[in-house]
């Protein structure tokens, strides 16, 4: 049973930085696809990241490329999310996925593990 936690979300101002993690447990994840996801009120959920357990090729969405940078560290079994210049947009649920897959989804169905969330509020 694949189990995935997250943690890390708060309350930050515009500019500032948070780091989610994303503890996964129950299997190896060596063939994994390890992803966030964010969903804000009233809109449906939509891809952050995404990074291949073996090799830790990344794939980002527009929206966040080149202010958040998603990792992994294989011996804790933990992905992160370093989210920086943090903007009232990125305000949201942010949820850890998993899938083991060699294509990268950008959609929801493509995951069929998801942790409980962690909420990531981003005051002006």
């Known amino acids: 049973q694949v189990q995935l936690v997250e943690s890390g979300g708060g309350l930050v101002e515009t500019g500032g930085s948070l780091r989610l993690s994303c503890v996964a447990s129950?299997?190896?994840?060596?063939?994994?696809?390890m992803a966030w996801f964010r969903q804000a009120p009233g809109k449906e959920r939509e891809f952050v990241a995404a990074i291949r357990w073996s090799g830790g090729s990344t794939f980002y969405a527009d929206s966040v490329k080149g202010r958040f940078t998603i990792s992994r560290d294989s011996a804790k079994n933990t992905v992160y999310l370093e989210m920086n210049s943090l903007k009232t947009e990125d305000t949201a649920v942010y949820y850890c996925?998993?899938?083991?897959?060699?294509?990268?989804?950008?959609?929801?169905?493509?995951?069929?593990?998801w942790g409980q969330g962690t909420q990531v509020t981003v005051s002006s």
């Open positions: 129950g299997r190896t994840f060596s063939r994994y696809v």
């Open positions: 996925a998993a899938d083991q897959s060699i294509v990268i989804f950008r959609t929801q169905g493509g995951y069929s593990y």
